[in-house]
């Protein structure tokens, strides 16, 4: 299965569009900032299932803040980040993550892109600001893998 994941996007839909073209992915999550963006982007592609999480920028809502999903048997925490204070530290983010039994951490908040397994096997990606840069996530096999791919 092939996820791509966007964050932060701030009104700036072309880089998803592309995204989304070129790797055909059988999954979108949007990590917040703005949730709407998210929407209009689905309602191009209604066949392609959509996830997403409010972020700081998102104003009032009822939608959860956190979710944890699970995809091709892989289970996955996702947040916006600003929850756990992500652009002091990661600390916070990784004990949610392992709390929830994670294979995966989902975040934004920063703008700038983090792709690293940790020495326990969790996974944790952060996008980027989609402008510049989205997620890939492979499920295949069993097996995790995740990159930060630049926008074109």
Known sequence: MKVLIFSDSHRSLSGMYRAIDRHQPQQIIH???LEEDALEVARAYPMLPFCTVPGNCDGWTT??????????GH???????????VKSGYGRAMAEARNAGAEL??????????????PDGLWMLNPGASRSSYGLVLLEGGAIHCSVCPQE
């Open 31 to 33: 990590l917040g900032d």
């Open 63 to 72: 939608a959860p803040l956190v979710k944890r999903i699970t995809l091709e």
């Open 75 to 85: 289970p996955i925490l996702l947040s916006h980040g600003h929850l756990w204070g």
């Open 105 to 118: 951490l989902l975040f934004g908040h920063t703008h700038h892109s983090l792709c690293q397994q940790l």
